[in-house]
């Protein structure tokens, strides 16, 4: 469980570099900081070798990596949990600020949406998602993503007796 932790923050650590990279703010009242401007191209040198060295800047993304990415911030509550709000007439979309193209949807008791994501995993409640053609549908689960394929819209229903809250990607 420690470890688990452990990766986890070195996981966001590492994110929180790769998107919010800044020049180091300058704090009054100190006298070890330096305020000579002429380092401002060095330190843009510095966010240009940054940005060139991550992994992904080229690369497509990928089905693998959009489900650990989504499987990734599942398991980070607190980055979506505030967001979930209950409208007991009408599905909610919910964009998820700083992961772009996912967004929640909550489901009251018993309501369908239509959906056009290409992968979903569960959060809490229960869901199944429905293809065109396919019957009576394969319920979300928490833990595991589904992936669908581009173009290949569906529909996700609420099961049970309570609001279902599931997380979606493009
Ligand atoms: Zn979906």
Request: glycine share 10%; proline share 9%; charged share 20%.
């Amino acid at each position: 469980m420690l470890l688990f932790f452990l990766v986890l923050s070195l996981t966001r650590l590492t994110r929180s570099q790769e998107l919010e990279f800044q020049p180091q703010p300058t704090h009054e009242g100190t006298t070890t900081v330096n305020t000579d401007l002429s380092v401002a191209p060095e330190i843009a040198q510095l966010a240009t070798a940054i940005a060139s060295a991550r992994p992904d800047t080229a690369a497509p993304r990928t089905d693998g990596r959009i489900a650990g990415d989504l499987a990734d911030l599942a398991a980070v509550p607190q980055r979506w949990w505030d967001l979930v709000r209950f409208d007991p007439d009408r599905p909610l979309r919910i964009h998820v600020p700083g992961a772009p193209g996912v967004w929640l949807l909550v489901l009251p008791p018993g309501a369908a949406a239509d959906c056009d994501c290409r992968q979903a995993t569960a959060l809490a409640g229960e869901a199944v998602e429905i293809a065109a053609g396919e019957g009576p549908g394969r319920p979300l689960r928490p833990g595991r993503v589904r992936v669908h394929g581009t173009g290949s819209p569906h529909r996700l229903r609420g099961a049970g007796h309570g609001y279902s809250v599931s997380l979606h990607a493009h």
